[in-house]
């Protein structure tokens, strides 16, 4: 089945500086990458997906990348503030299957 | 728009009991998916209800059910619990059963076995 890998588990990043989070997947079928932030004790929240018929997708300060060669998609988060500062999860799920597999998950912490 | 409810927040079981977690979804949402997050790890798929019926299901042994209500509501009952089973369990909405469909998730019951 599908395994996805992230990278790395932890990152320190200063303020203002940019975050670059990577995962790679396992299943080449796979073609809808969410990404999730989970603050300390609440619920993931979606902040930004993307499906394999685009390279790239920004919202404001973040943005996705996706190489279905390679089979691997990274957040990129610009200009980090202190509530950035959360556990991001990538995930990813194929046509045919109702499930998201996550990765293991990348605590970020921006210092002031 | 009310967002996904789960209760109870938190719960102590002994091993060997059974379990009950409740999940109310967004509204507008018709499908619900179980996920169990384990302390540092990514959630991992249990399985989706759509239509009152299992639609997928992850690597979870027969223990592990499930129910989804008329209104959408749903339920995830673990028998025989067993000190694995210590985790925080996670319900998440979405509008459809479409693997691609945006996932709601709730704040989670964290199950301790002891």
């Known amino acids: 089945g599908e395994n996805v890998e992230q990278h790395p588990s932890t990152l320190s990043v200063q303020e203002g500086d940019s975050a670059v989070i990577k995962c790679t997947y396992s299943d080449s079928a796979s073609n809808y990458f969410p990404w999730y932030k989970q603050e300390l004790g609440k619920r993931p929240q979606l902040i930004i997906d993307?499906?394999?018929?685009?390279g790239e997708k920004k919202d404001q300060r973040i943005a996705v990348t996706l190489n279905k060669t390679a089979k691997h998609f990274s957040l990129h988060i610009t200009e980090t503030q202190p509530e950035d500062s959360a556990i991001y999860f990538c995930?990813?799920?194929?046509?045919?299957?109702?499930?998201?597999?996550f990765g293991q998950g990348t605590r970020l912490t921006i210092n002031p | 728009e009310t967002g996904v409810t789960q209760s109870p927040t938190h719960l102590i079981k002994t091993r060997g009991q059974q379990v009950t977690l409740r999940c109310s979804s967004q509204?507008?949402?018709?499908?619900v998916s179980w996920y169990q997050q384990a302390l540092g790890q990514g959630p991992q798929f249990i399985f989706q209800y759509y239509r009152e019926e299992e639609n997928g299901r992850g690597n979870f042994p027969p223990r592990f059910s499930g129910l989804q209500f008329p209104n959408y509501s749903s339920e995830l009952n673990v028998n025989a619990l067993e000190l694995d089973d210590s985790a925080l369990y996670l319900c998440?909405?979405?509008?459809?059963?479409?693997?691609?469909?945006?996932?709601?998730f709730g704040n989670g019951t964290r199950l301790t076995v002891t």
């Open positions: 998440a909405s979405s509008q459809e059963s479409s693997y691609n469909s945006p996932l709601h």
């Open positions: 995930a990813a799920s194929k046509a045919g299957a109702q499930k998201l597999v």
């Open positions: 509204s507008g949402h018709n499908t």
């Open positions: 993307i499906r394999s018929n685009v």
